[in-house]
């Protein structure tokens, strides 16, 4: 049986993986806070915001590689194929609420991301 707050991580990711980020935002809170490699991420606009370039411009596609969790964390780890690199592994530990996600940290190498920021603007 799938824990709480591993099906409601699995679902928000199943989300913004497939591109829909008005079903990935119904996930959270309206305070949530992220930490990402870029710095802390505050509220749900800024969420959406610090997400929408790389689920809309540059995810090609996402494989889920483990998923674990209980009724307030969920770990997820996945591998996603981008424009800029053909493998970007990430994981996100998510914390749950009264099924909402108020607080997600990502963990990713954003050098490739950089250096194609870099090429893209001279």
């Avoid at 935002?25 to 309206?30: D, G, R, T, V």
């Avoid at 609420?97 to 490739?112: E, L, M, Q, S, W």
């Amino acid at each position: 049986m799938t824990s709480s707050a591993l099906q409601i991580a699995l679902a928000h990711h199943s989300a913004w993986t497939g591109k829909d980020l008005d079903l990935a935002m119904s996930y959270l809170a309206e305070d949530v806070v992220c930490d990402a490699p870029a710095g802390r991420i505050e509220g749900i606009a800024a969420y959406r915001e610090f997400l929408q370039p790389f689920a809309q411009g540059l995810l090609i596609r996402a494989e889920l590689i483990a998923a674990f969790g209980d009724d307030t964390t969920a770990l997820l780890m996945y591998d996603t194929e981008t424009i800029p690199a053909k493998s970007a592994p990430a994981a996100e530990c998510a914390t749950v609420r009264d099924g909402k996600i108020v607080y997600n940290r990502f963990v990713f190498d954003r050098t490739p991301f950089d250096e194609f920021r870099r090429r893209s603007h001279g």
